[in-house]
């Protein structure tokens, strides 16, 4: 496990408080001193996440390993199922996160594909690289989806993201994707707050009176304890 931070890792914190918080923090990005101003439109966010069938990946971020990685599929728009994207191996050493991206041009995705249809199809767009990646994490454990807004500060050192309208789908133990029956998650705002490594003070100080609580927060594990046991249906 390669967890040195590349020269592009980022300095990363987040932050989760329920929706109802919504309005007060949008109240406070604007008129933040840092002035956050749109950075690109409002997306929906597809993923699939996959990991071992021991759950590595689970087990790391529950245990707060300061070295931890997991996989996942990504696309764009209304579609709830998977449409042409990128596969995604995030890393994360402490603060500092960093992804390797392996971009998708055809939707690995059609109507009544299997989700050996679906990693197969994955592995035949990408290369030997990204094979061992999905070799490695071959269970897909589940799909969510969230709406983002994008924020930059003033300066352009900041990013800032607000997720909301969490849903997520438990795929475990199922030779075709679920799309249908939906888990119950808390409606929560998750903020991420992102620069480059080089940075990591200014975000420390940017944060101040930020009205939402800050700690480890992981979308991957939050979707897996929405489901009523992790070995059972």
């Given amino acids: 496990m390669n967890h040195i931070p590349p020269q592009d890792a980022r300095f ?24 956050f101003r749109k950075h690109y439109p409002d997306r929906t966010i597809h993923n699939i996440y996959f990991d071992t069938h021991d759950y590595e990946a689970f087990s790391e971020n529950l245990s707060g390993a300061s070295n931890r990685e997991k996989l996942r599929y990504r696309w764009y728009g209304k579609s709830i199922t998977p449409q042409a994207g990128r596969l995604e191996f995030k890393k994360r050493r402490n603060l500092l996160g960093w992804k390797e991206i392996c971009n998708i041009k055809e939707a690995p995705y059609t109507e009544g594909a299997r989700w050996r249809d679906i990693t197969n ?13 999905l ?10 989806v969230y709406n983002r807004k994008y924020f930059i500060s003033g300066d352009g050192l900041i990013r800032l993201t607000l997720d909301t309208g969490f849903k997520v789908w438990d795929q475990r133990f199922k030779s075709t994707p679920n799309f249908k029956h939906a888990s119950h998650v808390a409606a929560t705002v998750v903020i991420e707050i992102k620069s480059d490594h080089r940075h990591g003070k200014i975000v420390s100080s940017i944060v101040q009176g930020l009205p939402a609580r800050v700690g480890r927060h992981s979308k991957y594990i939050t979707g897996i304890k ?8």
């Fill in 12 to 35: 990363e914190i987040k932050f989760v408080d329920y929706e109802t918080k919504m309005p007060q923090i949008l109240q406070w990005v604007r008129m933040h001193n840092a002035r």
């Fill in 121 to 133: 199809r994955l592995k035949q767009q990408v290369t030997h690289r990204e094979r061992l990646w």
């Fill in 226 to 233: 929405s489901f009523q046991t992790l070995f059972g249906g």
């Fill in 135 to 144: 070799h490695s994490n071959p269970f897909p454990v589940l799909t969510n």
